[in-house]
């Protein structure tokens, strides 16, 4: 018989028996399919020379995965009921510590240097909250860790904005963001039937690795994720439009707009989701040597 956390009738069992009500404002839905969590830690290609975050450990189903595969495992859980629950469920395995704490709120660089020896790659495995799917990743990427890979599941629309390209609807300034400083794929999608409660959206398991370099050269990355914001800002409204609302209206900036235009011989009436990431990069660079 399966020891682990996440058979339904186990999951219910433990939630049950500690009075457990589930926080929808919290993105719970837990993960009841052992299937699915093999294969979660198989696409982060999870190993003994691993230590390992993991973002919303919930009762621990995905948690006892990793323990049974990682190093180290550091689990971070915001909901203060499900401490005690963990203490129990992971009482068998000494190598995960759980911390609470929201995500978004911990400086992680912190968080590793205290719970990690460092001798170890560092990877984030995680059933996200789709609540908070984007400023996690946000959160993630941002922080100045060189994490191994980062596996994630989230909403398939999510995902989807994640890996789009130049065309189509889907890609966007999180679509530029991201794929320029991590290289993204989907590995799987799950099924709604996998969670309880079941979420009322389709999910997908994402990984995400870091480039050795950005995928386009630019000189100033602060100005070139400004201009891809600004860009998108109003989707149906051309570059034109949308350069004037980021830069402003006036004579001398529309001069200077129509220089670095000119230059990377993008025409002012093309929408910013046809530009590839390299054409906003060539941009970005242009605009600034036109003085804007
Ligand atoms: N890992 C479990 C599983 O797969 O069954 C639970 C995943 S559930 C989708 C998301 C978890 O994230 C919940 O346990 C929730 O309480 C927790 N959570 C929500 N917001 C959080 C935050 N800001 N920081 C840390 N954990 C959070």
Known sequence: EDHHIATPARTKEILQRHGFRFKKRLGQNFLTNPAVLKRIVEA??????????????????????LAESAHQVLALEIDPQLIPVLAETMAPYPNVT??????????????LAEHFDGQHAVKVVANLPYYITTPILMHLIEAPIDFASITVMMQKEVADRLTAGPGSKDYGSLSIGVQQRMAVAIAFTVSRTAFVP??????AIVTLTKRPQPLASVHDQAAFDRLVRGSFAARRKTLWNNLQGLYGKD??????????????EIAPSARAETLTIESFAKLADALKAAGL
């Open 98 to 111: 759980v911390e609470e704490a929201d995500v978004l709120k911990v400086d992680l660089a912190t968080l």
């Open 198 to 203: 079941a979420p009322n959206v389709d999910s």
């Open 44 to 65: 982060g290609e999870v190993t003994a020379a691993d230590d390992v975050i993991e973002i919303g450990p919930g009762i621990g189903a995905l948690t006892e995965y």
């Open 251 to 264: 004579a001398a900036t529309k001069a200077q707009l129509t220089v670095a235009l000119k230059a990377v």
